[in-house]
């Protein structure tokens, strides 16, 4: 059995004491529902697919369409990740073709709208940017101003959740395997 994931590993030593303290004192539920009352309406995979060519289109039109978007219910277990992208390449003829796909970890379609929209911006980029570089954290702050903050309070929810806290914006909660 592997270790769960430290969401919070390489952020500074004060921010984590302090979101630490927060989750054993029972108070992270409570910030994060005020300050992301509601959860995003995005509940399937074909309104997934259309969210996220949306983004694309606005921000990376010349990035090419993935072939497939989708909430992914094994995600999590399997690759202790929130999101993936791949790009599967065959040669078709003379041609050599490439599939992208995203999928998305299924705890989140119970999250509010910026989440999904961080975990997205963040696939996205990688169809530009392959590694995560200056310039791929560059052009994820392009899609999304807050994408730093909103990666923060995504990972102190994913914290709050290996401390044991459910899901705080209704649906079935997966518990802690990750699968939903």
């Known amino acids: 059995m592997r270790p769960a994931p430290d969401y919070l590993a390489g952020y500074p030593a004060a921010p984590v004491a302090q979101v630490r303290q927060l989750i054993a004192q029972d108070k992270v539920a409570d910030l994060l529902r005020k300050k992301y009352p509601d959860p995003h309406d995005v509940r399937t995979d074909k309104a997934l697919y259309d969210y996220v060519l949306e983004i694309k289109n606005a921000y990376l039109r010349n990035a090419g369409q993935p072939s497939k978007v989708m909430f992914d219910s094994k995600l999590q277990v399997l690759r202790n990740a929130l999101g993936t992208h791949t790009t599967h390449s065959r040669v078709q003829g003379q041609n050599l073709k490439a599939k992208k796909e995203i999928r998305i970890a299924s705890l989140f379609k119970d999250t509010p709208p910026e989440f999904l929209r961080m975990i997205v911006v963040h696939e996205l980029a990688h169809m530009k940017q392959r590694e995560h570089g ?6 994820c702050m392009h899609m999304e101003p807050d994408y ?29 395997d990750g699968a939903a």
Do not use: C, I, P, T
Request: net charge negative.
């Open 148 to 176: 730093g903050q909103l990666e923060f309070d995504l990972r102190v929810y994913l914290s709050y959740r290996d401390a044991g806290g459910g899901n705080l914006w209704g649906g079935v909660d997966a518990g802690m």
């Open 134 to 139: 200056k310039a791929f954290y560059q052009l």
